[in-house]
């Protein structure tokens, strides 16, 4: 089967060290196995997006010279795929409707998860007179659910007790990340995910939708993750600053932290950035790539 990754940016910002990281890691992994790498907007959190965020990562990867195969893919176009995910999870008994807020849940919750309060279970068996759904949830059960990881190894968690029955549409009407993933990545046909270790912990219930749904399963690789002095996610709510590529060497330099970050062979001191990406992919090594987060400078 050929190789075909993808990057997944929301459009929340401009893109910063650790989705550059990502970005490249994917670009490098598609390229050096002779697959495809598909671009994916996420941009179903409306709240979330910002105006002009989509033509600036777009440009930025451009500039970068990652460039991408096939049309983007835009999430906020897919409803009706998502629509026809969550009826058929329903028609099949697995997907329920939820009328707790989020003070229920945690007010009702017998034990905490790797996300917070794990769901009760309150809706399982039907709304409560007099209640209205909010949202939908999936069902979970007692097994463990693993993969392996191809950085970070053996991953394995047990959703009933880790997550609980999670929401797949959203009280504010909004599909779930975790269906429009895997409705799109399905879509896409993607072989191979590669993407920051922030997403480790939602992968399991990634793979329970696969199963639910019938979808194929990529593999995974979770890279490490690029943190500031405080040790927190370089992320926009962190005020990471944004990749400026205001010099044509500006892209050089970025690419060169990025490499040496994951683990890479750099590559001569003066080479451009065509020869560097050649460079890299020619040498990409995954096992080179460190399974630890580490704090960057600025
Ligand atoms: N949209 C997600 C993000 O920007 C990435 C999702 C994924 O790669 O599965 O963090």
Same mark, same amino acid.
Request: with cysteine; glycine share 6%; net charge positive.
């Given at each position: 089967m050929t190789y075909r990754g993808r990057f997944a940016p929301s459009p929340t910002g401009p893109l910063h060290f650790g989705s550059l990281v990502a970005a490249l890691a994917g670009w490098l992994d598609a390229r050096a196995c002779g697959g495809q790498w598909l671009l994916r907007i996420e941009d179903l959190d409306t709240p979330r997006n910002r105006p002009g965020a989509v033509d600036a990562i777009c440009h930025t990867l451009?500039?970068? *010279?990652?460039?991408? +195969?096939?049309?983007?893919?835009v999430q906020s176009l897919q409803h009706e795929a998502y629509r026809a995910a969550l009826d058929a999870l329903v028609a099949a008994g697995q997907a329920y409707p939820c009328s707790?807020?989020?003070t229920e849940v945690a007010a009702a919750a017998l034990r905490t998860g790797i996300e917070g309060p794990v769901y009760p279970g309150t809706c399982r068996g039907g709304l409560a007179p007099g209640r209205s759904a909010r949202a939908w949830r999936v069902r979970v059960d007692d097994r463990a659910i693993g993969f392996d990881d191809r950085i970070r190894g053996r991953i394995t968690q047990h959703l009933e007790t880790d997550v609980g029955d999670f929401?797949?549409?959203?009280? +504010? *009407?909004? =599909?779930a990340y975790q269906l429009a993933v895997v409705v799109d990545d399905a879509a896409q046909r993607v072989t191979d995910v590669v993407r920051g270790a922030d997403l480790l912990d939602s992968t399991p219930r990634q793979l329970w939708l696969q199963? @639910?749904?019938g979808l194929p399963v990529p593999r995974h690789a979770h890279l490490p993750l690029a943190?500031?002095?405080?040790? !927190?996610?370089?992320?926009? !709510?962190t005020l990471a600053a944004a990749i400026d590529l205001q010099q044509d060497d500006d892209a050089v330099a970025w690419l060169r932290r990025a490499?040496? =970050?994951? *683990? !890479?062979?750099?590559?001569p001191i003066d080479a451009g950035r065509d020869e560097l @990406?050649?460079?890299?992919?020619?040498?990409?090594?995954?096992?080179?790539v460190p399974a630890r987060d580490s704090i960057v400078e600025g």
């Open positions: 451009e500039r970068l *010279g990652l460039c991408w +195969d096939e049309a983007v893919r707790c807020t989020r929401v797949v549409h959203r009280a +504010d *009407g909004i =599909f199963r @639910l749904l943190l500031n002095a405080q040790r !927190q996610k370089l992320s926009k !709510q490499l040496a =970050f994951l *683990g !890479q062979p750099l590559p @990406l050649a460079y890299a992919t020619h040498h990409w090594s995954i096992a080179r």
